[in-house]
């Protein structure tokens, strides 16, 4: 199995994000009920894949040590980020996954999709992420490839909003 690219693994799971690197948060609400649908999307990898990213996993399901390859992008311009899942939750509460990077990634770091119901009831998205870069158009990006990073985890939060308000299809 490859090896992480990074120290601190699993640092998503609790919120507390290492001092030096480079943050994400990002937390929408989603629809009233949507828990179950959300959680199932995000760790099904159908959140990834209906926001235009391909996916392949050594799983359908994200669980600890699955294998991910992100791919962003067309033809030859096309991103491969592969990553490996350091923790997973599936509860009446919470439900998500945190992957580290492996070598091959364009950055270092963590990045976790959390569904969260809270107390009230209300329905959360949560993108929590750390990260350097690790190639050197990651490095010459500079300030755009923060930009991008956080656009991303808007465009996911955005994307299971969308999930979460269509009708499921009749069994």
Do not use: K, N
């Given at each position: 199995?490859?090896?992480?690219?990074?120290?601190?693994?699993?640092?998503?799971?609790?919120?507390?994000?290492?001092?030096?690197?480079?943050?994400?948060r990002h937390r929408v609400p989603l629809p009233?009920?949507?828990?179950?649908?959300?959680?199932?999307?995000?760790?099904?990898?159908?959140?990834?894949?209906?926001?235009?990213?391909?996916?392949?996993?050594?799983?359908?399901?994200?669980?600890?040590?699955?294998?991910?390859?992100?791919?962003?992008?067309?033809?030859?311009?096309?991103?491969?980020?592969?990553?490996?899942?350091?923790?997973?939750?599936?509860?009446?509460?919470?439900?998500?996954?945190?992957?580290?990077?492996?070598?091959?990634?364009?950055?270092?770091?963590?990045?976790?999709?959390?569904?969260?119901?809270?107390?009230?009831?209300?329905?959360?998205?949560?993108?929590?992420?750390?990260?350097?870069?690790?190639?050197?158009?990651?490095?010459?990006?500079?300030?755009?490839?923060?930009?991008?990073?956080?656009?991303?985890?808007?465009?996911?939060?955005?994307?299971?909003?969308r999930l979460c308000a269509r009708p499921a299809?009749?069994?």
């Open positions: 199995m490859p090896e992480l690219t990074y120290p601190h693994p699993g640092a998503t799971r609790a919120g507390e994000l290492p001092a030096g690197w480079r943050h994400v009233a009920g949507s828990f179950d649908a959300a959680g199932a999307a995000v760790l099904g990898w159908r959140l990834h894949r209906a926001a235009g990213i391909r996916i392949d996993a050594t799983a359908p399901r994200a669980a600890p040590g699955v294998t991910v390859v992100s791919r962003l992008g067309v033809g030859p311009l096309r991103l491969a980020a592969p990553c490996q899942v350091v923790w997973a939750v599936d509860d009446d509460r919470r439900a998500g996954f945190g992957y580290g990077t492996l070598p091959g990634h364009p950055a270092r770091g963590e990045e976790a999709f959390v569904v969260e119901r809270d107390d009230s009831g209300a329905v959360w998205f949560e993108v929590r992420a750390f990260s350097r870069p690790d190639r050197w158009f990651m490095r010459a990006a500079g300030p755009a490839g923060r930009a991008f990073q956080r656009g991303y985890a808007w465009w996911l939060g955005r994307t299971l909003r299809a009749p069994a």
